[in-house]
Structures are given as C-alpha cells and as structure tokens.
C-alpha cells in the first residue's frame, strides 16, 4: 500500500531548483560550476527597506497580522497599482501572501474544479502546470514559437476557449522568455476574453519592474475586462527582495475573499516584518527609485552583451528579451549531433547523441560546468532557459564554455 498521496507521487520538483541544487552538489564536489539557472536577482534589497524591517523589530512588530496582510501595507498596494498601473483595486481586493508563488498557488484553488479547463501558452513559468495538475484541471496547452516572440494571437486564444475554460495563465515580462506584450497587443486579448465572462485571466507581473521598453502594460487596465483579471505581483524581483517572500494580489472581490479564506486555514498571515519591509518598498516609485533604475540598467547592460555573445554559438537562435532576466535561445538545430565519447556527459549517462534540451542541459553542467535549465520543463523542449542574473565575468565566461562545449560537437 502507497502511503504518500497521489498528488505529491505525481508532481514534478521543480526544475530550476533541481539544477540548482545539481549545481551546487558539483560544487561542493570541487568543480568550478557557474550557475545561470535560478531567477534570482544578484542584487542586495535597498538599505531603505533593511532599515525599516530594523526598525519594525525594535517597534515590537512581532505578533499575528491580519490574514491578508496589515491594512496600511494593502492600502499602499492599492496605491502602488494606481501609481504604477492604472489600476483600481480596493485594500479589501487586495492579499498579501508569502511570495507570488502562493498567490498563484492560492488563485487556481480558489478557482479550478477538478476537470475545469487552465489555458497556459507554452513556454509558461515551471510551477503553472503543477499547481493545475494539484487541483484536477486540465491543462490546455498553446504552443508559441521563437519567430512570434513567444506571444499568443488572439485567434489562436479564441480557438482554445471552451465552456469547460475557467482560467487562463500568463506572464509579462516573461519567464522563461524574456517577452512583454504590449498594450495593444493586450487590448487585443482582453476582447476576446470579454466575450467569456466565465473565464478568468491570472496575469503573473511579477518582472514588472525590469522592463526594457518603457512603461509596463497590465491587461486588468481595460475597464470592460477588470472583473475577469487576477492581478499577481511581488517585491521578489523588482526590488531584489527573494527571501523576504511577499506577494499579492489584486483581484475582484469575491476572488480576493475567496483566497483569504483558503489563506487563513493554510498559512495564515505571512511574516510581520516582511510585510512592514514591503511598506516600505511600495513607496518607492520605480521611476525615481535609484536603487530600481539601477538594477534595470545593470541587466539592460548584461542583456545587450549576452545577446552578442549567444548569438556566435553555433546552432543557438536568439531574441532579444525585452524584460525580465532570461534568455530563451532556440538549440533544436544541434539535436542529433554527438559527444565526444570521453566527455564526462558520455561517461555518466552512457549517452553520445544531443537528442533534447534536457540532453544539452547535462552536457553543458557535467562538461562546460555551467547550469541552466531545459526548455521542456517549460513546455517547449527545442529551447533552454538561460538567466543573467549574475556578474559580467561570470556570463563572458560561461559563454566562452558554452561556445567550446558547443564546437565539440561533431
């Protein structure tokens, strides 16, 4: 008899984590590994927050906050979202939730029944699928290719609509891509969801403050579409702020009750001084902010150089990322080439031929010693994810091996 449950034998770990901890055990194991797999800024969150944080422990700010978060830091977020977005979204439509990661989590129980249709275009964020997969919907996947941008049409969305669709999930700026769409381009979206007022869109905006082309666009904007819009957002990346694990959202009422009541049986409200921290964060307005514009700046910077340095890999095909921190680069036209035989690739895994992006992933980690992560754990195996959230040496340098391991090929 099983005794673990079939939701956890089923689900995937996630696969940015498990190479970054493949990473890290080669590391410990004395190899020189340089890791491009995690999402995570390599910038220390603004001494202004510290210092607030600081402050709220010696203010005694250490007792039960409310479930979905102190009032002043949900007014704030409702600031935040008229500032930044445009967005009205009431304090009481507001969730605090220990990262964006649960707001999501939390948005797709409150939402999927067992059955009830998700749409995701692929490639889509790691733990979309799995979060479904944990409440019996079903998956309908739409493929977007390199060519487009990795953008959805809105024909190919009508087309995928069902009276079965209750949810449809999406990122901007992407992870794994790096695309954004723009306002038009969301517009366009939003008038074909309108004609579906069953379906709800879970718009993931977690990347908005690293954004290349200006003004980020959020599709809850359009006033015919806000009541169908879950607004998801954070302070993990925009303001380097990953451990501190505090997101939101903004969502129509119901829904935003509806997650606070699953909220409270299952974490409650998160930590104190994290929220007090992101108080804090919320005031700063991203067009001022020094400490953001300089961080955006600094990967703008790394963006252009990795580009040129990506695109004289033989066999990689490459955009340009208009946001986030990833590249996406394309690498079906090396599957079928060999290894060389005494590679340590070969050797472990009894393996001499590229045949997907996993294959190319390990080959990379076991004989370049760089991580990233296979595009098939993001839905599209032709692509790996590459991040350049790490120091100008470190990219010049994992390209260089990338290149080598590359030109091994035969």
């Not at 102190?70 to 977020?77: A, D, F, N, S, V």
Request: some cysteine; overall charge neutral; glycine content about 4%.
């Amino acid at each position: 008899m099983e005794i673990l449950s079939n939701r956890v034998l089923t689900m995937a770990e996630s696969e940015t984590l498990a190479m970054t901890r493949i990473a890290r055990e080669l590391r410990d194991a004395g190899k020189d590994v340089i890791s491009l797999s995690i999402g995570e800024p390599d910038f220390n969150t603004p001494e202004i927050i510290k210092e607030f944080a600081k402050q709220a422990i010696d203010e005694n700010w250490t007792h039960y906050p409310p479930v979905p978060g102190y009032p002043e830091l949900r007014k704030m977020i409702s600031h935040k979202f008229k500032r930044d977005n445009n967005l009205e979204y009431k304090p009481e439509q507001i969730i605090v939730s220990t990262g964006a990661k649960q707001s999501i989590y939390q948005t797709v129980m409150s939402l999927v029944n067992p059955g009830d249709e998700v749409i995701i275009p692929t490639p889509f964020w790691v733990s979309y699928k799995e979060i479904v997969k944990v409440a019996d919907g079903k998956i309908v996947y739409i493929p977007t290719k390199i060519e487009n941008d990795f953008k959805v049409s809105p024909q190919e969305l009508k087309a995928a609509i069902t009276p079965k669709t209750k949810l449809i999930m999406f990122s901007s700026p992407s992870n794994p891509t790096g695309m954004l769409y723009t306002k038009e381009e969301l517009k366009a979206i939003a008038e074909v969801v309108k004609d579906y007022p069953h379906v709800i869109i879970m718009a993931d905006e977690i990347y908005e403050h690293i954004n290349f082309e200006g003004k980020h666009e959020s599709i809850a904007q359009f006033d015919f579409i806000k009541e169908q819009v879950v607004t998801v957002n954070g302070v993990a990346k925009g303001f380097a702020m990953t451990g501190w694990r505090v997101g939101f959202i903004g969502a129509p009422l119901y829904i935003a009750q509806a997650c606070n009541k699953l909220q409270g049986q299952v974490t409650s409200a998160t930590c104190s001084i994290a929220q007090r921290a992101v108080l804090k964060a919320m005031e700063l307005d991203p067009e001022t902010s020094q400490d953001i514009i300089n961080m955006r700046e600094t990967f703008r910077k790394r963006r252009d150089m990795m580009y040129e340095l990506l695109k004289e890999i033989p066999g990689f095909k490459v955009t340009l990322p208009q946001g986030a921190f990833y590249f996406f680069p394309d690498i079906s036209n090396l599957y079928g080439k060999h290894v060389p035989k005494d590679t340590v690739y070969a050797k472990t895994y009894q393996k001499t031929v590229i045949e997907n992006s996993t294959d190319m992933c390990m080959y990379l980690l076991y004989d370049a010693n760089v991580a990233l992560v296979q595009g098939i754990a993001f839905g599209d195996d032709n692509c790996i994810r590459l991040s350049y959230a790490t120091s100008d040496d470190k990219l010049k340098e994992a390209a260089r091996r990338i290149k080598a391991a590359i030109l091994a090929l035969s």
